[in-house]
Antibody, heavy 121, light 108 residues
Framework: QVQLQESGPGLVKPSQTLSLTCTVS??????????WSWIRQHPGKGLEWIGY???????YYNPSLKSRVTMSVDTSKNQFSLKLSSVTAADAAVYYC?????????????WGQGTLVTVSS | ETVLTQSPGTLSLSPGERATLSCRAS???????LAWYQQKPGQAPRLLIY???SRATGIPDRFSGSGSGTDFTLTISRLEPEDFAVYYC?????????FGQGTKVEIK
């Protein structure tokens, strides 16, 4: 059973960089064709896709956040990461990592439990 | 970007009743790329339906999806107590994933 687990600081100061890591267990990041994505949910709101990374390091970001997002992958640790720069209060949200199985349907079959990030000085 | 609009915002029903949730897209969505998720408080979304009408592993057959073009529907044939939650539709197109704003199914 594949499991995803987000980790990182729950509090980030305005203008600083948010950094989160997703650790995958029960399967290897590099064992198959998957897109590994980050998705966020503002409090009481809907879901926003941030971007994905492939095991090769190829990535693609939501154009609305592209200028501030960097994703990376560490296959040796079975982890992938998100960095979001110049954060403001609008970036406070629950951040999820999730997997698109690249089965041709463009959906997310496994999700992490989510981690709440607060932006405050 | 394809905007998904879900209706109603809240659906108040009793256990055993039928729930019909709507998802309307701002432009045509391939039926291959339309999915539905269920989210309970404090939990991550759970995949229910993908490809408009295919149930994900372990999802009971009281959940069904249908639709095409710009109009899609999630139907829960008989609500069980554990079905009261928020439901989101999601589409993929032009290398972008977007979600609807959600429909809350609450106990009447």
């Amino acid at each position: 059973q594949v499991q995803l687990q987000e980790s990182g600081p729950g509090l980030v100061k305005p203008s600083q960089t948010l950094s989160l890591t997703c650790t995958v267990s029960g399967g290897s990041i590099s064992s198959g064709n998957y897109y590994w994505s980050w998705i966020r949910q503002h409090p009481g709101k809907g879901l926003e896709w941030i971007g994905y990374i492939f095991h090769s390091g190829t990535s693609y970001y939501n154009p609305s956040l592209k200028s501030r997002v960097t994703m990376s992958v560490d296959t040796s640790k079975n982890q992938f990461s998100l960095k979001l720069s110049s954060v403001t209060a609008a970036d406070a949200a629950v951040y999820y990592c999730a997997r698109d199985p690249l089965d041709g349907y463009g959906h997310f079959d496994y999700w992490g439990q989510g981690t709440l990030v607060t932006v405050s000085s | 970007e394809t905007v998904l609009t879900q209706s109603p915002g809240t659906l108040s029903l009793s256990p055993g009743e039928r729930a019909t949730l709507s998802c309307r897209a701002s432009q045509t969505v391939s039926s291959t790329f339309l999915a539905w998720y269920q989210q309970k408080p404090g939990q991550a979304p759970r995949l229910l339906i993908y490809g408009t009408s295919s149930r994900a592993t372990g999802i009971p057959d009281r959940f069904s999806g249908s639709g095409s073009g710009t109009d899609f529907t999630l139907t829960i044939s008989r609500l069980e107590p554990e079905d009261f939650a928020v439901y989101y539709c999601q589409q993929y197109g032009s290398s972008l994933w977007t979600f609807g704003q959600g429909t809350k199914v609450e106990i009447k």
